[in-house]
């Protein structure tokens, strides 16, 4: 079973960028397709952004589209969210996913098989 674990959010000023890490343990992460979704003080968790197996082909919210980037490294097991034009809305707790069952897929989706802990990102006005 894979352990993903993220790191390097934080606060950031409006305008800002800050780049997310997604490492993974005990399996390859070669296998799925990664997501990132985000959850907001009493809001739903929402989907930011998705990338396939091979790193081919991603989306994204249209919230975020054109200011966040999901890119990975197989060779060092990590998926990563480049966050840049920070906006206070942005504020949230982001969680990376990966997906084994759909590994091509790189649409929208809320159903994975594994998820990390999160990590605070607070943008300020």
């Known amino acids: 079973q894979v352990q993903l674990v993220e790191s390097g959010g934080g606060l950031v000023q409006a305008g800002g960028s800050l780049r997310l890490s997604c490492a993974a343990s005990?399996?390859?992460?070669?296998?799925?397709?990664m997501g990132w979704l985000r959850q907001a003080p009493g809001k739903e968790r929402e989907f930011v952004g998705r990338?396939?197996?091979?790193?081919?082909?991603?989306s994204y919210a249209d919230s975020v589209k054109d200011r966040f980037t999901v890119s990975r490294d197989n060779a060092k097991n990590t998926v990563y969210l480049q966050m840049n034009s920070l906006k206070p809305e942005d504020t949230a707790v982001y969680y990376c996913?990966?997906?084994?069952?759909?590994?091509?897929?790189?649409?929208?989706?809320?159903?994975?098989?594994?998820w990390g802990q999160g990590t605070q990102v607070t943008v300020s006005s």
């Open positions: 005990r399996r390859t992460l070669s296998e799925y397709a």
């Open positions: 990338i396939s197996w091979r790193g081919d082909s991603t």
């Open positions: 996913a990966a997906d084994l069952r759909r590994p091509w897929y790189s649409g929208p989706a809320y159903e994975y098989d594994h």
